[in-house]
């Protein structure tokens, strides 16, 4: 009798030793999906990345030039404004001199307008001039958005002579410059200088720490990546297998693509860019 139970007995454990191996043999391992963040900026991206000045001067025409379209190239037209030698315009008490010889920007009617063609130029944050005045006056320089609200602004001391008087955004980019005094007094202005915002790379957010089983849908998620510029630029996502086996990636161009998982877990990359700034996330 005890042989035949110890039979029985060691018959059932190697039914569940079996049935143990089998249960291990078919689970399916979970894969382990880290989302992981890094910064790249190529050689080409690194002077765009940088804050960048566009100059006006006014020395390259002849003295009673109107100022027009001369400085479309650089991303800027100008109105309101005659390119004159200083030496021909005289203040009550004395010459208005140029900052740089030997024009200036001289202003009959009162008004002088700069309008910023933001694909060229950039976004223009600031903007200097150089002002000369008459007595009594107070010229100003006021900078507006792309939708005209007022920017930012700034008046020169009364009886300003060669006066440099500067304007920076408090919002969004500059995108029309006036100068003025708000009565249609006369004045000149010289030097002036549009500076665009130091592009800041886009932050690349892989997400956190996911699993899947082998076979499973995998979602990856970009979505907390952003642009810190103000106002935020548009950002594009691409996501790029770097190694293990290949798989079909769904929604490549995404903040969410998808793909199934398999046996070895492929690394993927998210690239997240803007112009040519370059931004990785990558899900390994």
Request: proline share 7%; with cysteine.
């Amino acid at each position: 009798m005890e042989a035949t139970r110890r039979a029985v007995l060691s018959r059932l454990l190697t039914r569940r030793s079996h049935f143990l191996r089998r249960s291990t043999a078919v689970r399916r391992p979970l894969l382990s999906l880290l989302g992981v963040l890094s910064l790249l900026m190529g050689l080409g991206a690194a002077s765009s990345a940088l804050a960048t000045t566009i100059t006006l001067t006014f020395d390259e025409f002849q003295t009673g030039t109107a100022v027009t379209n001369q400085y479309e190239n650089l991303g800027v037209l100008v109105s309101g404004a005659t390119a004159l030698a200083a030496a021909a315009l005289a203040a009550p008490a004395s010459p208005w001199p140029a900052n740089t010889p030997p024009n200036i920007a001289y202003s009959p009617l009162g008004l002088m307008t700069f309008t910023l063609n933001s694909a060229i130029t950039g976004n223009v944050q600031s903007v200097s001039a150089y002002l000369s005045e008459g007595v009594g006056v107070n010229v100003g320089i006021y900078a507006y958005d792309a939708l005209g609200a007022l920017a930012g602004w700034a008046i020169a001391p009364a009886n300003s002579v060669n006066t440099l008087v500067s304007v920076t955004s408090t919002g969004n980019p500059i995108a029309t410059v006036q100068i003025h005094d708000g009565r249609g007094a006369f004045f000149g202005v010289d030097t002036v200088t549009f500076t665009t915002a130091a592009d800041v790379m886009p932050v690349a957010n892989g997400g956190p720490t996911r699993e899947a089983e082998v076979g499973h849908l995998v979602t990856l998620n970009g979505g907390e990546s952003y642009d810190p510029d103000t106002p935020p630029q548009p950002s594009t996502f691409l996501w790029t297998q770097v190694s293990g086996p290949a798989v079909t990636l769904s929604g490549a161009p995404t903040a969410r693509p998808t793909f199934t998982a398999s046996a070895n877990s492929p690394r993927r990359r998210c690239s997240v860019s803007k112009e040519t700034l370059v931004a990785d996330c990558a899900i390994r």
